[in-house]
């Protein structure tokens, strides 16, 4: 199982940027995906799990899709500001039962990708 997170870069504020989740080793529909952000200086925080945005401060900017042809999960960010500079993961877990649980210590992790937003 591996993940691979990219898309990552230097944006400008109210720019946007699509992230990507490659998923190897498994298949996505067996799985639940989180999508995790660390400032820094900040402890990681949980930024979306299993397609629902978690993070009030991204609700309204962020979405997440998918496509399970190209095993891959996105992120897409709106409206960014700097305030959202950080190393975003991926990170997955087989699915349990009907509940999808995404939390600090999920079983697989992609390296990170760095999102850093200018003002």
């Known amino acids: 199982v591996q993940l691979q997170a990219s898309g990552g870069g230097l944006v400008q504020s109210g720019d946007s940027l699509r992230l990507s989740c490659v998923a190897s080793?498994?298949?996505?529909?067996?799985?639940?995906i989180g999508w995790f952000r660390q400032a820094p200086g900040k402890e990681r925080e949980g930024v979306s799990c299993?397609?629902?945005t978690l993070l009030e401060s991204v609700k309204g900017r962020f979405t997440i899709s998918s496509d399970n042809a190209k095993n891959t999960v996105y992120l897409h960010m709106n409206s960014l500001k700097p305030e959202d500079t950080a190393v975003y993961y991926c990170?997955?877990?087989?699915?349990?039962?009907?509940?999808?649980?995404?939390?600090?210590?999920?079983?697989?992790w992609g390296e990170g990708t760095l999102v850093t937003v200018s003002s």
């Open positions: 990170a997955a877990e087989r699915r349990r039962g009907l509940l999808a649980l995404c939390h600090q210590g999920m079983d697989h």
């Open positions: 299993d397609g629902a």
């Open positions: 080793g498994f298949t996505l529909a067996e799985y639940v």
